[in-house]
């Protein structure tokens, strides 16, 4: 199967960067085509390689593939309007973090921040293999961390939906608009030299 590529042609970069971090955009059109446990584990290992505190490697990916036991109760984690798109994806994913650090019982203050370098390693190695990722916030949280067995030492930081790109026309009509690669910020809007302005 030829891979559908993410390239963009919208977004220009104001200093150089890789095209790898330039054509990465979160598309919800998806085809509904299922995905190998190849593939899925291409991405899992991308995440793997993340950095972290004391190498802690704190994040958690808890996974249903469409048409398994699962998917459907993933799939109903979802608020409406996500649930209404990524019902065509391949794989849905709770994004969580153990809190505590595993050599010592401490807490570890970065397990978030450390846990979002893996979910960007996946999702840059989804572009690259021209799979959409697509990470969200609309979903129930404590539902979540029911469902994937977590205790109170983990926190659920997002969910997303991978698969293969799809047909934007096929999206419903309110989402057409908003199916394009987004422009940033200049980053004069986020870098301060001493303190923040």
């Not at 891979?3 to 977004?11: A, E, F, G, I």
């Not at 404590?142 to 469902?147: V, Y």
């Not at 977590?150 to 199916?179: F, T, W």
Request: net charge negative; proline share 5%.
């Amino acid at each position: 199967m030829q891979k559908k590529q993410l390239h963009t042609t919208n977004r220009i970069a104001n200093h150089h960067i890789d095209q790898l971090i330039l054509n990465r955009w979160s598309p919800r059109a998806m085809s509904g085509e299922p995905i190998t446990q190849e593939q899925l584990f291409s991405l899992f290992e991308a995440a793997r390689w993340a950095p972290s505190s004391f190498n802690n490697q704190p994040w958690r990916f808890i996974y249903a593939q469409r048409d398994t036991p699962n998917w459907q109760t993933f799939l109903d984690l979802l608020v409406p309007f996500n649930k209404e798109w990524a019902q065509h994806a391949a794989v849905l994913i709770i994004i969580a973090s153990k809190k505590t650090f595993a050599y010592n019982g401490k807490p570890s203050i970065t397990h978030a921040f450390d846990t979002g370098a893996a979910w960007q390693n996946l999702a840059l190695q989804a572009s690259t293999d021209g799979l959409v990722a697509h990470g969200m916030e609309g979903f129930d949280y404590a539902k979540a961390a029911q469902t994937a067995g977590l205790s109170d030492d983990y926190e659920v930081h997002a969910m997303c939906a991978i698969g293969h790109l799809g047909n934007k026309d096929e999206l419903p009509e309110k989402m057409r608009a908003q199916e394009t690669p987004s422009d940033r910020n200049a980053i004069e809007t986020f870098i301060f030299e001493g303190k923040i302005k």
